[in-house]
């Protein structure tokens, strides 16, 4: 049976030390969550961003604009956010309500204030290996194989979806930390051998059940990224958890695993910049 990796358990130690380093600062930490809409998992999720904060002694501001925001709104407030002194970080809750161009909010934030790590310069550093900030949740699951003393320096690994948010970013950093790494997606022939061929399986599709025992070999790393809900409405991962188990050497939960991770891996990165801004 596989080692449960506890993601609830390792946020909260990295936020512990991440409070303890805020408190050394000069000035404490600012992070600023933008939300636009009502989307109610938005609002949860920067609901839990402020309870993040508190619990790191960060200075926190909320900012929830109407659904009918228009570009020019919306950028005023990532300007004047962008010239804040106090504001270390800036997170514009993601998905926006449709007319909203993502990409030019995403343009329009400071590179020195991009805590999630969405801007091209950000990514840019990532790629060629000299990132400031961490992709949050890639970022979390590299924390996590760390702490399980799993190093990915010469395995296979394999992940499962490609997005700019979490597959391609998760693949840069294995590959950095000199993984062999294969990189699936919605075209990939043969997903499924790829997938039984892994050391180290990241699974980030969002298709519950897509990850079954016959896909993972023997003693490999199963790492589930995904949030899915079930027919129940239950929070679940890719991953069918009972038969993979028995068969992975570590698996993470859902939920419990990565999600919590992501969150505590924000409120680094916001460490990181106040940082940089502070000159420490
Ligand atoms: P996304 O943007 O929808 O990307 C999904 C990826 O999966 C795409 O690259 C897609 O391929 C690929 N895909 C779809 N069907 C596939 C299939 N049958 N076989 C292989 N690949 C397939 O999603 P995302 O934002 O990356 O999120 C993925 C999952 O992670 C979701 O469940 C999301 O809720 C979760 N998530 C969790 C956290 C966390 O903190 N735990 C954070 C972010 C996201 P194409 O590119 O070819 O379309």
Known sequence: ???????????????????????????????????????????????SKRRDCEECGFYS????????TTQAELAALVDELNGKGHIDGILVQLPLPKGLDERKVLLSIDPGKDVDCFHPHN???????????QPCTPGGV?????????????????????????????????????????????????MKALAASADILVSAVGRTGLVTADMVKEGAVVIDVAMNRDENGKLCGDVCFEEVASK?????????????????????????????????
Do not use: W
């Open 1 to 47: 049976m596989a080692t449960l990796i506890d993601g609830k358990k390792l946020a909260a130690k990295l936020k512990e030390t991440v409070r303890a380093e805020a408190q050394l600062l000069p000035r404490r930490p600012g992070l600023a969550v933008v939300l636009v809409g009502d989307d109610p998992a938005s609002r949860v999720y920067v609901t």
């Open 61 to 68: 501001e909320e900012y929830a604009l109407p659904a009918q």
């Open 123 to 133: 990514v840019g550093q990532l790629t060629i290996g000299t990132p400031v900030f």
């Open 142 to 190: 590299m924390e996590m194989l760390r702490e399980y003393e799993i190093d990915p320096e010469g395995k296979r690994c394999v992940v499962l979806g490609r997005s700019n948010i979490v597959g391609k970013p998760m693949a840069l950093l294995l590959l950095h930390a000199n993984g062999t790494v294969v990189l699936c997606h919605s075209k990939t022939p043969d």
């Open 248 to 280: 992975a050497s570590y698996i993470t939960p859902v939920p419990g695993g990565v999600g919590p991770m992501t969150r505590a891996m924000l409120m680094k990165n916001t460490l990181t910049a106040a940082k940089l801004h502070q000159g420490v």
